[in-house]
């Protein structure tokens, strides 16, 4: 069965650094893509980058580029959103999917909570 | 890059048919059959319901169709179940080599 596990909930304040993974099983984790989507409370999807772990090959939307960094290890099929610095507007609920064929995403994990308060 | 335009509700009843317009550009929408339906019930994940314009994953319903004409994609649900309200996202391919979800669509079931 092909599964996407994330990390559990994070709280923080604001200026602190934060990485959240998603660990791939159950298939070829270096032949896909990996996407992060991004689900403000009470608000819609976005999009944030994607990578492919073959060759860490890392796309943003221009809406995030600079923001995170999109990050990956093959070795333990993980991959990895990180922030240097917290804000509170970035208090969200954090998914990841697979992405097949640069079109759709099939198989999405269950999401990140993660809360940036002082 | 702009969220696709959807429309914020729509409502039926049950056994009913209801559409979801998905309004792009000639940037994503209009330029590829890359086009994709999330559901989305409150509290969970996105799960995909269609792709690239009118494919179903197995286990996804036939009542489920795709459909798309220029810059706009539609998802329409024919006989309304109550277990089908929840949160419908479209999503495109763009041509910045990127992806853009729309801005949703709740389904409420009458």
């Known amino acids: 069965e092909v599964q996407l596990v994330q990390s559990g909930a994070e709280v923080k304040k604001p200026g602190e650094s934060l990485k959240i993974s998603c660990k791939g099983s159950?298939?070829?984790?270096?032949?896909?893509?990996i996407g992060w989507v991004r689900q403000m409370p009470g608000k819609g999807l976005e999009w944030m980058g994607i990578?492919?772990?073959?060759?860490?090959?890392?796309r943003y939307s221009p809406s995030f580029q600079g923001q995170v960094t999109i990050s990956a290890d093959k070795s333990i099929s993980t991959a990895y959103l990180q922030w240097s610095s917290l804000k509170a507007s970035d208090t969200a609920m954090y998914y990841c999917?697979?992405?097949?064929?640069?079109?759709?995403?099939?198989?999405w994990g269950k999401g990140t909570t993660v809360t940036v308060s002082s | 890059q702009s969220a696709l335009t959807q429309p914020p509700s729509v409502s039926g009843s049950p056994g009913q048919s209801v559409t979801i317009s998905c309004t792009g550009t000639s940037s994503d929408v209009g330029s590829y059959n890359r086009v994709s339906w999330y559901q989305q019930p409150p509290g969970t994940a996105p799960k995909l319901m269609i792709y690239e314009v009118s494919n179903r994953p197995s286990g996804v319903p036939d009542r489920f169709s795709g459909s798309k004409s220029g810059n706009t994609a539609s998802l329409t649900i024919s006989g309304l179940q109550a277990e089908d309200e929840a949160d419908y996202y479209c999503?495109?391919?763009?041509?910045?080599?990127?992806?853009?979800f729309g801005t949703g669509t709740k389904v409420t079931v009458l």
């Open positions: 999917a697979r992405v097949i064929g640069s079109s759709y995403m099939d198989v």
């Open positions: 990578i492919y772990p073959g060759d860490s090959d890392t």
């Open positions: 999503s495109s391919y763009t041509s910045s080599s990127t992806y853009v």
């Open positions: 159950g298939y070829s984790f270096t032949s896909y893509w």
